[in-house]
């Protein structure tokens, strides 16, 4: 019996075990269903609240903030630091994402014309000889330069470089952020063509430029790729390292979109280049009808062209969004008649007139409305659903909003 009974007790106890057992996987079980509903349903509302974010249209706004712009007609804008630098002949204004001045330098210039790249940003006079650079904390340097300045790239370091007309001839001079000069490319009419425009890779040490020459009575126009680095330096003394001549466009404008892709827009194409350190050509998008406006970021390319379908009298502008491979990502039709268009980051901005339209670079209208005051531009801030409004007397710092009620 006692023998009976000590293996009774033993059984018992093994069975007591594995019921604990069992219900302590039971709970685990329990914990890790709850554990992963509630995953689930953050991870849902992640998706919801990005889908709103992606898909939700708004149509309405509130201010935050006025701020003190005046006769923004008369002043120039570009992105700065994700908020705007504002520009004119007297002078140049850093406004930060609340719309308040963070610096503030007077100069006099004739025709002032600013190109940023990172914490820099640099101003030339076209047709004068001053070029001021500047950073977050203000000015860094002014440089009178010894020939009149007909274009300006300025790279992150500070670095940037000028189109220089003289008498005789021209020359693409490289500078440091203090103004020394670094390196001087020589051109003629006769030889090279007229550069038109010139952009600096984002570290300062490739440059893409394009040429107009005339070769009897026709109109010719070449691209020309310079590496000032360690590559270029050992190539040849002008550090060319590539040139193309184009057929049947007009390109007067290049632009680095990266440190190592280039696009040359042409007046009814655009082509983007690879230069890691030499050129290559990597796509060419052509269209039947002459481009009305560009826009451009690292990642993509847009293009806004007449549209010549049957819709055009619904909508008359057709946007078209490549990335930088040249594969068509987005198309969208434009129903109004816009005076500008930006791209940022992740959204694309119309304006035109007291018309507004936000879009998502997938295409989707974000924000619709027609203002009460002519709206000069539309920018961005670093803040969720905040932009700054410019008019043509005074700006705002708004919030966009959806009203029930408009819908």
Same mark, same amino acid.
């Given at each position: 019996?006692?023998?009976?009974?000590?293996?009774?007790?033993?059984?018992?106890?093994?069975?007591?075990?594995?019921?604990?057992?069992?219900?302590?996987?039971?709970?685990?079980?329990?914990?890790?269903?709850?554990?992963?509903?509630?995953?689930?349903?953050?991870?849902?509302?992640?998706?919801?609240?990005?889908?709103?974010?992606?898909?939700?249209?708004?149509?309405?706004?509130?201010?935050?903030?006025?701020?003190?712009?005046?006769?923004?007609?008369?002043?120039?804008?570009?992105?700065?630091?994700?908020?705007?630098?504002?520009?004119?002949?007297?002078?140049?204004?850093?406004?930060?994402?609340?719309?308040?001045?963070?610096?503030?330098?007077?100069?006099?210039?004739?025709?002032?014309?600013?190109?940023?790249?990172?914490?820099?940003?640099?101003?030339?006079?076209?047709?004068?000889?001053?070029?001021?650079?500047?950073?977050?904390?203000?000015?860094?340097?002014?440089?009178?330069?010894?020939?009149?300045?007909?274009?300006?790239?300025?790279?992150?370091?500070?670095?940037?470089?000028?189109?220089?007309?003289?008498?005789?001839?021209?020359?693409?001079?490289?500078?440091?952020?203090?103004?020394?000069?670094?390196?001087?490319?020589?051109?003629?009419?006769?030889?090279?063509?007229?550069?038109?425009?010139?952009?600096?890779?984002? *570290?300062? /040490?490739?440059? !893409?430029?394009?040429?107009?020459?005339?070769?009897?009575? +026709?109109? $010719?126009?070449? =691209?020309?790729?310079?590496?000032?680095?360690?590559?270029?330096?050992?190539?040849?003394?002008?550090?060319?390292?590539?040139?193309?001549?184009?057929?049947?466009?007009?390109?007067?404008?290049?632009?680095?979109?990266?440190?190592?892709?280039?696009?040359?827009?042409?007046?009814?194409?655009?082509?983007?280049?690879?230069?890691?350190?030499?050129?290559?050509?990597?796509?060419?998008?052509?269209?039947?009808?002459?481009?009305?406006?560009?826009?451009?970021?690292?990642?993509?390319?847009?293009?806004?062209?007449?549209?010549?379908?049957?819709?055009?009298?619904?909508?008359?502008?057709?946007?078209?969004?490549?990335?930088?491979?040249?594969?068509?990502?987005?198309?969208?039709?434009?129903?109004?008649?816009?005076?500008?268009?930006?791209?940022? *980051?992740? /959204?694309?901005? !119309?304006?035109?007139?007291?018309?507004?339209?936000?879009? +998502?670079? $997938?295409?989707? =209208?974000?924000?619709?409305?027609?203002?009460?005051?002519?709206?000069?531009?539309?920018?961005?801030?670093?803040?969720?659903?905040?932009?700054?409004?410019?008019?043509?007397?005074?700006?705002?710092?708004?919030?966009?909003?959806?009203?029930?009620?408009?819908?």
């Amino acid at each position: 019996m006692r023998k009976f009974t000590t293996v009774k007790t033993e059984k018992t106890e093994q069975n007591t075990k594995i019921i604990s057992l069992l219900q302590g996987i039971k709970e685990n079980k329990m914990v890790i269903a709850k554990i992963f509903l509630m995953l689930f349903a953050v991870g849902l509302l992640i998706l919801v609240v990005r889908a709103i974010v992606a898909y939700g249209s708004y149509n309405a706004y509130e201010v935050v903030e006025e701020t003190g712009v005046q006769n923004a007609s008369m002043i120039d804008y570009i992105s700065y630091q994700n908020s705007l630098l504002k520009y004119s002949k007297d002078g140049a204004t850093y406004v930060n994402e609340k719309g308040e001045a963070v610096w503030n330098e007077t100069f006099a210039m004739k025709m002032p014309k600013a190109d940023a790249c990172d914490e820099y940003v640099a101003i030339a006079d076209l047709n004068g000889n001053d070029v001021y650079v500047f950073d977050t904390d203000g000015k860094v340097s002014s440089t009178t330069l010894p020939y009149k300045v007909c274009d300006i790239a300025v790279a992150s370091q500070g670095t940037f470089a000028v189109i220089l007309e003289s008498e005789k001839e021209n020359f693409i001079n490289l500078y440091d952020k203090k103004g020394e000069q670094i390196s001087e490319i020589q051109t003629t009419i006769d030889k090279s063509g007229y550069p038109m425009d010139i952009d600096l890779s984002e *570290n300062g /040490e490739k440059l !893409f430029s394009t040429y107009l020459s005339l070769e009897g009575a +026709t109109v $010719k126009n070449g =691209l020309a790729a310079y590496n000032f680095g360690p590559v270029g330096q050992s190539e040849n003394a002008d550090r060319m390292m590539g040139g193309y001549q184009l057929e049947g466009t007009i390109a007067p404008k290049v632009e680095f979109l990266d440190n190592n892709t280039i696009c040359a827009f042409g007046d009814n194409q655009f082509i983007i280049y690879s230069m890691k350190e030499k050129p290559s050509e990597k796509a060419k998008i052509a269209f039947e009808t002459e481009i009305r406006s560009v826009i451009y970021n690292e990642d993509y390319i847009g293009v806004v062209v007449p549209n010549e379908n049957e819709k055009k009298s619904e909508a008359p502008y057709l946007l078209e969004l490549y990335n930088t491979n040249g594969r068509k990502v987005m198309t969208r039709y434009i129903d109004f008649d816009y005076k500008k268009v930006r791209l940022t *980051n992740d /959204e694309i901005i !119309f304006t035109g007139g007291t018309e507004s339209r936000i879009y +998502t670079i $997938k295409g989707n =209208l974000k924000f619709s409305y027609a203002f009460t005051k002519n709206v000069v531009d539309l920018i961005p801030t670093g803040y969720s659903r905040r932009y700054i409004v410019l008019y043509d007397s005074g700006s705002e710092v708004i919030k966009i909003t959806h009203d029930k009620k408009k819908d």
